[in-house]
């Protein structure tokens, strides 16, 4: 089991940054892609960002093209979403998770993912 840990979710206002945090113990960190998803009630989970393992090759969902970045260090066994520009549908709660199957070229299927965080709330409002 790998067990994954998000962190800096918050309220923030529309144009402000948010930086999360995904942390994993209890599997090699570097053996899996990994991603952001997000979530809104009543809609399915859908993709941000993902990141293969060494960090070669991330894709991002077209509406937060040039807004967010993902990272990894897996010296840190940690991931992170960095999230600029934010706007009032950027409101969801984010997850990370982690795929060992899709290592090499990240799939952007939440579906493919094998471990998930517990999730962390990100409100954007003025």
């Known amino acids: 089991q790998m067990q994954l840990v998000e962190s800096g979710g918050g309220l923030v206002q529309p144009g402000g940054s948010l930086r999360l945090s995904c942390v994993g113990s209890?599997?090699?960190?570097?053996?899996?892609?990994m991603g952001w998803f997000r979530q809104t009630p009543g809609k399915e989970r859908e993709f941000v960002a993902v990141i293969s393992w060494n960090g070669s090759r991330t894709y991002y969902v077209d509406s937060v093209k040039g807004r967010f970045t993902i990272s990894r260090d897996n010296h840190k066994d940690t991931m992170w979403l960095e999230m600029n520009a934010l706007r009032s549908e950027d409101t969801a709660v984010y997850y990370c998770?982690?795929?060992?199957?899709?290592?090499?070229?990240?799939?952007?299927?939440?579906?493919?993912?094998?471990?998930w965080g517990q999730g962390t709330s990100v409100t954007v409002s003025s």
């Open positions: 998770a982690a795929d060992i199957s899709s290592w090499f070229d990240p799939s952007q299927l939440p579906s493919e993912y094998d471990y």
């Open positions: 209890g599997r090699t960190f570097s053996h899996y892609a």
